[in-house]
């Protein structure tokens, strides 16, 4: 490529549809330059990985909120599959499914835990 180097959020394979899903996190509102993001790695996955035998790779953004109207004129001359959709955190989540998921303070001592760990590796 260009010597450029661009992180993907997430990367998965759907199994059925016989395609790669990539997904890109956003911590705020869905802006329109996002949608050009996501179709620069929809093509990146697409040209990369992509064969013959698989479907078109699909692009899901993920963002706290979203406007309705923002989002259509964003995508509206898209011909790849991007969608746009918002996420809720766990405070919001039905309570059957917040008793199995770990809490913040969880997540925040086992990252510690594994920094800690990466850094002693790298002190000897």
């Known amino acids: ?16 549809l016989h395609c790669y899903v990539v997904i890109d996190l956003k911590m705020g509102e869905f802006e329109p330059q996002h949608s050009g993001q ?8 697409d040209n990369q990985l992509r064969s013959d035998r698989h479907e078109p790779t699909i692009g899901i953004i993920l963002c706290k909120s979203k406007d309705k109207t923002t989002v259509e004129y964003a995508l509206q001359g898209s011909q790849q599959p991007i969608g746009v959709s918002t996420y809720q955190f766990q405070s919001q989540l039905p309570l059957a499914l917040r008793d199995k998921l770990p809490s913040i303070e969880q997540l925040e001592m086992e990252l510690t835990s594994i920094f800690e760990e990466i850094e002693g590796e790298t002190e000897q």
């Open 38 to 45: 996501m179709s620069f790695y929809v093509a990146a996955v």
């Open 1 to 16: 490529m260009s010597g450029k180097e661009y992180r993907l959020d997430l990367l998965f394979y759907h199994v059925h």
